[in-house]
């Protein structure tokens, strides 16, 4: 199925994990893709031969543009090479995000800044920038942000991330709301415990990741390409009246899941 044959898409941070599994997967579904990176071009070159694997039919392209997200002029120059290539932007997909561990009382302020502004002030930049051309011409478009089930969960020791996300679902309503009436579409996926390199740490040591995915309701971590199908769909027009929401792809993990057990009932 090519849902999105013939679509120019943006994604942000794609050189590894979520990222490089959403430029997989929208190759095969069609879609020309521009993967971003900010260090590491031999990642970014792997998605790349990945993503031309994935192609069914042969059609299509990739190309991969350099830039700091939290950069102005740099992400002014990825929309505009992007555009320049494929000759128009029709998706711009917002993951570049980055996290490091602290107790709160103990969070360097050059770190609290470095997270935010790759998680919140990126998108915003990426965003606003993808929003000027969508104006510029017929069509509308879409945009797509990674967030986390951390919109609403509280996460100790990763206060700026999780500010960041919680950030990201008033920035997701605020320009679905905004630019409704100008046939965008603004959305987000909100994964939990997934099968990335960020999270390494955990998916290396049986006994962690027992731990963790003792917490999902199904029982077990999302593999990258699970998430990216979400995104999938969001991009697609199957989802054209889907505006101003985060669908949580997480197994369950923001039901509650230690009310499995009714031990607050009394019951």
């Given at each position: 199925?090519?849902?999105?044959?013939?679509k120019?898409?943006?994604?942000?941070?794609?050189?590894?994990g979520?990222?490089q599994?959403?430029?997989?997967?929208?190759?095969?579904?069609?879609?020309?893709?521009?993967?971003?990176?900010?260090?590491?071009?031999?990642?970014?070159?792997?998605?790349?031969?990945?993503?031309?694997?994935?192609?069914?039919?042969?059609?299509?392209?990739?190309?991969?543009?350099?830039?700091?997200?939290s950069?102005?002029?740099?992400?002014?120059?990825?929309?505009?090479?992007?555009?320049?290539?494929?000759?128009?932007?029709?998706?711009?997909?917002?993951?570049?995000?980055?996290?490091?561990?602290?107790?709160?009382?103990?969070?360097?302020?050059?770190?609290?800044?470095?997270?935010?502004?790759?998680?919140?002030?990126?998108?915003?930049?990426?965003?606003?920038?993808?929003?000027?051309?969508?104006?510029?011409?017929?069509?509308?478009?879409?945009?797509?942000?990674?967030?986390?089930?951390?919109?609403?969960?509280?996460?100790?020791?990763?206060?700026?991330?999780?500010i960041?996300?919680?950030?990201?679902?008033?920035?997701?309503?605020?320009?679905?709301?905004?630019?409704?009436?100008?046939?965008?579409?603004?959305?987000?996926?909100?994964?939990?415990?997934?099968?990335?390199?960020?999270?390494?740490?955990?998916?290396?040591?049986?006994?962690?990741?027992?731990?963790v995915?003792?917490?999902?309701?199904?029982?077990?971590?999302?593999?990258?390409?699970?998430?990216?199908?979400?995104?999938?769909?969001?991009?697609?027009?199957?989802?054209?009246?889907?505006?101003?929401?985060?669908?949580?792809?997480?197994?369950?993990?923001?039901?509650?899941?230690?009310?499995?057990?009714?031990?607050s009932?009394?019951?």
């Amino acid at each position: 199925m090519e849902r999105l044959k013939g679509k120019n898409v943006l994604i942000t941070g794609a050189s590894s994990g979520i990222g490089q599994a959403i430029a997989v997967r929208f190759a095969r579904e069609g879609a020309n893709v521009a993967i971003n990176y900010r260090s590491g071009a031999e990642q970014a070159e792997a998605t790349q031969t990945l993503a031309r694997a994935a192609r069914t039919n042969g059609g299509g392209r990739e190309i991969i543009v350099q830039a700091d997200v939290s950069n102005e002029n740099q992400v002014k120059q990825m929309i505009a090479k992007t555009i320049e290539v494929f000759g128009r932007l029709d998706v711009l997909i917002n993951n570049a995000g980055i996290q490091k561990p602290a107790p709160s009382h103990e969070i360097e302020t050059s770190d609290f800044d470095r997270i935010l502004s790759v998680n919140l002030r990126g998108p915003f930049l990426c965003s606003r920038e993808a929003i000027r051309h969508f104006l510029s011409r017929p069509g509308g478009g879409v945009i797509l942000n990674n967030s986390s089930v951390h919109e609403i969960i509280p996460k100790p020791k990763y206060l700026p991330y999780s500010i960041s996300k919680g950030g990201m679902e008033n920035l997701t309503k605020s320009l679905a709301l905004e630019y409704a009436g100008q046939g965008i579409r603004v959305n987000a996926v909100g994964p939990g415990a997934v099968v990335t390199p960020i999270n390494k740490a955990w998916i290396d040591n049986p006994k962690a990741r027992g731990e963790v995915e003792s917490h999902i309701p199904v029982g077990h971590a999302a593999a990258a390409d699970e998430i990216a199908s979400v995104f999938a769909f969001l991009a697609s027009d199957e989802a054209s009246y889907v505006t101003g929401q985060t669908i949580f792809a997480c197994g369950g993990l923001t039901l509650y899941p230690e009310f499995r057990v009714a031990w607050s009932s009394g019951e």
